[in-house]
């Protein structure tokens, strides 16, 4: 029991560090303004630019989801 809690400590530890060079918070309000740009019926009328907004969007949702996918996880284990 004390190795696994070491273990879940250890990965809780690192999940803040991995937050903090990440910038979740940056990371998600740039979400949300890629999220606006999706939304603005005019955004196709550049496709080139649209392709890159939604690239940046979808990395930035996977990203997002993982992260908080681990988190939630290690909560519900602990």
Do not use: H
């Amino acid at each position: 029991r004390a190795e696994a809690q070491a273990l879940i400590d250890s990965t809780k530890q690192s999940l803040v560090l991995l937050g903090g060079i990440f910038d979740y918070d940056a990371a998600t309000r740039r979400l949300d303004e890629l999220n606006a740009l999706a939304e603005d019926p005019n955004l196709w009328n550049n496709p080139e630019n649209a392709q890159k907004i939604m690239r940046e969007r979808t990395r930035l949702e996977k990203r997002i989801t993982g992260y908080d996918t681990l988190v939630r996880e290690l909560d519900e284990n602990t």
